[in-house]
């Protein structure tokens, strides 16, 4: 199969823009997963419709909302762009922003599941063997949540090959900078004698896709398998 | 020295309020039902559980005391817990699991090597196993290694057997018994099984409904008829011997107590070593006379020295002394009629040699 150094560049731009994405929201996500799951404050429920929010407001609207806070004039993109010289429209690291808040929910899913399979009488026998918060957070909680992480990390990778009106809205369809392959196959299917490229980058985001999604399953047998569960 | 007293409210309908102590070696069995509170104590001395009041004490260095504000997080109580259900680390090797709590135990801790805990609990085959590929009994001399090398002051142990079955059980009591012999700091023990009481445990505190009903030594506590131990089908007084001797042509081993002499059926262990018996009351029979010509082995001389109500309108407990031990024997109040019991009165006290199947070593 053919492709032309354009579709190329869409498909490396996906690639970057997820992976991007994916270790932008990786901490973040167990951090809110373990705050939604072992902790009790108030707010949390709050919380918890704010991180899903991405899953039920259209894409766009998600996108506009980052254009309001992060465009060189809003409340957060002025002081970046005018203080520091960061700009995140139209680039490929707003794209990568853009992709991150919306497979956020997707990954803090993935990973709270981990986290519930944790049975907090390992954690407690820990205490008692002299392990403090942060040593058996990290000897003990995360080792055995690590199946859900990696469930949710690729997840989110797959998912954030394909994100598009929050990425078009946000970061505009730059060929090169932010032109991922949804928005290579959407030009695409707008351009006369486009649509070969359609079908071939169609097949490709089919293919990539399918392929996270295996992948994650596969990983999570595995890890349950090495955790002694199954 | 071990000190506790602990109260804690759960909801409106129970109440936690038990004291008592602990000597400074030897297993002290915190006894009774499921649901009496004894795990709540346990893991508050361990201080994987916040109660609303009380303090617990180690050698006078106070782990919790809740009047003055002091609570030592459980990381730092220096408890090695061994719990009902072993709880190892399963992405860890068994190797793993005995280095966790070895390697954050402060250096100046003593305690057994290693090598020593493997070879006492005899798990040198497993240790690159993963947790999930042991045996419950195996799972449970893991956990019992993984507490013992965390160097604890204290040991505490939450119904270690109750989720064995019987020949699991049987595997590990030997090696408890051998920690109890060789371990010089506190035991706590929570059970709700008798025979695990009568195999391991120096002092007993009997807990019901939250309260701390009676504690004392064993010996002494299963003498009583006023605890609801008495109650018991195996109740019976738990006493303390000595193998004399071994007479192999008859097939019988001779055992010392302070109170005279007791014939069994062969035991194995050498002359010299001590043994505990449970002389369960119903297995005790009372003549007024020397009997002749009667299989019973066993005819001790005694003296009643009170007769108590049983729960049972048609039976008595007769509280019998030999020499320094006390004896239990439960007899139909018909019996005791005909027969004119009465405080003071000399009797015989008969019991089978075949009686005796809870023999453990001391």
Redesign the interface.
Known sequence: MGLTPEEWQAIRLSLEVAARSVSVSLLPAIAVAWLLTRRRFAGRMLLDALVHLPLVVPPVVVGWGLLMLLGIRGPIGAPLHDWFGIRLVFTTEGAALATAVMSFPLIVRAVRLGLEQV?P??E?????????RL??FL??TL??MSPGILAGAVTAFAAGLGEFGAVITFASNIPGETQTLPLAIYSATQTPGGEGMAARLALISFTLAMAGLLLAELIARRMHH????F | MLDVALRHRFGPGFTLDAAFTAAPRGVTALFGASGCGKSTILNAV???LHPDAGHVSLDGEALLDTARGIAL?????????V?Q?A?L???LSVLGNLR??LS??PREAKGPALEEVVALLGIGELLER????LSGGERQRVALG??LL?RPRLLLMDEPLAALDAPRRAEILPFLARLRAEANLPILYVTHALDEVDALADQLVLIEAGRVLASGGVEELTARTDLPLAARRDAGVLIAVRVAAHDAARGLTRLEFAGGHLLMPLHPAPPGTALRLRLRARDVAIALTRPAEISVQNILPAVISAILPTTSPHEVFLHLALGETRLLARVTRDAAERLQLAPGLEVFALVKSVAFDHARPA
């Open positions: 049975d009488g390992l407690a026998a820990a205490r008692t063997l002299g392990a403090g040593d058996r000897t003990i080792p055995l090495w955790l002694g569960r | 361990a201080g994987l997080p459980a990381e730092r109580r220096r408890c090695g817990v719990f259900e709880r680390f399963p992405h966790y709590g954050r135990a993963r947790p999930a590929r993984r507490a965390r």
